[in-house]
């Protein structure tokens, strides 16, 4: 009844731009919280972004050069990043809580997506 999957992780140049996808179904957006986490290689799980019906938040780590937006009537959660660094490889992951209010902590979210892989070259 609910599904989290991530699209749009790619190859791109050090510099450039790319824009994830996350489709995030089993209720209305009022109701729950998406976010974004990342994982590099033998390196925990990194919280990235999260949106909510009412707020937002950015890491320290890519705030400036990443956005989170939303799309209600697609139930799509968009993760913009601009000025991308090699840094920035690693599985992105697309999660949702079933809760209105989002959370930077991992274990507070209870769908996760598959992962898709972004790769930055230097």
């Known amino acids: 009844q609910v599904q989290v999957a991530e699209s749009g992780g790619v190859l791109v140049q050090a510099g450039g731009s790319l824009k994830l996808s996350c489709a995030a179904s089993g209720d209305t957006f009022r109701r729950y919280s998406v976010g974004w986490f990342r994982q590099a290689p033998e390196k925990e799980r990194e919280f990235v972004a999260f949106?909510?019906?009412?707020?937002?938040s950015i890491a320290d780590s890519v705030e400036g050069r990443f956005t989170i937006s939303r799309d209600n009537a697609k139930s799509t959660v968009y993760l913009q990043m601009n000025s991308l660094k090699p840094e920035d490889t690693a599985v992105y992951y697309c999660?949702?809580?079933?809760?209105?209010?989002?959370?930077?902590?991992?274990?507070?979210?209870?769908?996760w997506g598959q992962g898709t892989q972004v790769t930055v070259s230097s």
């Open positions: 999660a949702r809580r079933d809760y209105p209010f989002g959370s930077n902590l991992p274990d507070e979210y209870d769908y």
């Open positions: 949106i909510s019906w009412g707020s937002f």
